[in-house]
């Protein structure tokens, strides 16, 4: 089986897919939740592109350490820099991808906060849980707009608003 291959595949399909909703990320809500507990809207969409970038990281490290500050989550502003960074993101996985062997998605990949495991799977199965954070946190994206009133784009098959896909 070539995992690569269908990783890149998915990749690319989640890259279209996301481009569309940013596409049409609204601006003047950036602060916008529908609850207290819920990230505003610029940061989630912030965090959803960026996820592009993961196999990059996955694929040439053995960890991320929350704890020793091995991430900080990027701050954007307009739909033109989610826009960017999506785009910018998106070539950094694909390339990680591409210039990878199936070898390559053996090893362990962990998440710890100062140095307190939280997650731990092999590469293969980091890239394929960033891949799943892609349509999470897009769904959650889109309930955003839907309680702002912006059509959704369809994006695993037409959508109430877009009847093609």
Same mark, same amino acid.
């Given at each position: 089986m070539d995992t690569l291959s269908q990783l890149k595949s998915e990749l690319e399909g989640e890259f279209q897919t996301t481009k569309k909703f940013i596409e049409l990320f609204p601006e003047g809500k950036n602060d916008f939740a529908p609850h207290e507990k819920s990230m505003k809207m610029m940061p989630l969409a912030t965090h959803?592109?960026?996820?592009?970038?993961? $196999?990059?990281t996955i694929l040439n490290t053995s960890e991320?350490?929350?704890?020793?500050?091995?991430?900080?989550?990027?701050i954007l502003s307009t739909k033109d820099d989610l826009?960017?960074?999506?785009?910018?993101?998106?070539?950094?996985?694909?390339?990680?991808?591409?210039?990878?062997?199936?070898?390559? &998605?053996?090893?362990?990949?962990?998440?710890?906060?100062?140095?307190?495991? &939280?997650?731990?799977?092999?590469?293969?199965?980091?890239?394929?849980?960033?891949l799943n954070q892609i349509t999470h946190h897009r769904a959650q994206l889109g309930v955003y707009y839907r309680l702002?009133?912006? $059509? &959704? $784009?369809?994006s695993y098959g037409p959508s109430a608003d877009q009847q093609s896909f």
């Open positions: 959803l592109v960026e996820v592009f970038e993961w $196999p990059n991320l350490d929350f704890g020793k500050g091995d991430y900080k989550p990027t826009m960017k960074k999506l785009e910018d993101d998106y070539q950094a996985g694909k390339n990680a991808l591409e210039n990878s062997t199936e070898e390559d &998605l053996n090893p362990s990949w962990t998440i710890k906060n100062d140095g307190h495991e &939280l997650a731990s799977w092999s590469k293969y199965g980091a890239i394929r849980h960033a702002n009133n912006i $059509p &959704l $784009p369809g």
